[in-house]
């Protein structure tokens, strides 16, 4: 992520990210936002709901800032998946294991920065063996082909061969 995007704080990231209703900015906040979400989950291992709290990027951060969080944020929910037990639950929409969280971090950063280089004209495809992890993990019925096209067809950002694009999707992080 850092090394495709942070040549372009530059840009104007004001512009839409992709397809999605959001700026390039608070697309990258929003990445940073989850991967801090998803790591206080995996902290804290509710049951039942997301903690109450909330990451706030402020307003007059530069791109180059919110990409630095976005960054930060990646770090601290590597490190709380590193120190999680395998055994470990947190709620997201049921039992989750560390495992899930990560490949759902994982999964936000692709996706996202994909977004992101299309919203900033930049040249970048998600790496397939990532994709691949991603797909196996939180997409149990996925389609076989390419682990990226296949990613992006799963979320609804791209056709895949005849089939449309998707206009609904959830991935299955919980595991029991």
């Given amino acids: 992520m850092s090394a495709v995007l942070r040549p372009a ?6 512009v839409r990210a992709g397809e999605l209703d959001w700026s ?4 990258a ?8 979400a998803y790591a206080g989950q995996v902290a804290g291992r509710p049951d039942d709901r997301y903690l109450p709290f909330d990451l706030r990027v402020r307003a007059d951060a530069a791109p180059g800032e ?3 969080v976005a960054v930060a944020a990646a770090g601290m929910l590597a490190a709380t998946v590193d120190a999680a037990e395998p055994g470990d639950r947190a709620w997201h929409w049921g039992p989750c294991d560390p495992g899930g969280f990560a490949a759902m971090g994982v999964a936000e950063i692709l996706l996202h920065t994909h977004d992101l280089t299309r919203g900033l004209d ?6 397939a063996e990532l994709c691949a992890r ?5 997409f149990p019925d996925a389609p076989d082909g390419e682990p990226a096209p ?11 061969g005849d089939r449309p694009r998707r206009t609904a999707w959830t991935w299955q992080a919980a595991r029991t």
């Avoid at 930049?122 to 790496?127: K, N, R």
């Fill in 9 to 14: 704080i530059s840009r104007d990231w004001t």
């Fill in 24 to 27: 390039c900015w608070t697309t």
């Fill in 29 to 36: 906040a929003h990445i940073a936002h989850d991967l801090v």
């Fill in 66 to 68: 919110v990409l630095t």
């Fill in 122 to 127: 930049l040249d970048w495809a998600p790496p």
């Fill in 134 to 138: 991603v797909v196996r993990r939180l």
């Fill in 150 to 160: 296949v990613l992006l067809w799963l979320t609804g950002r791209a056709p895949l």
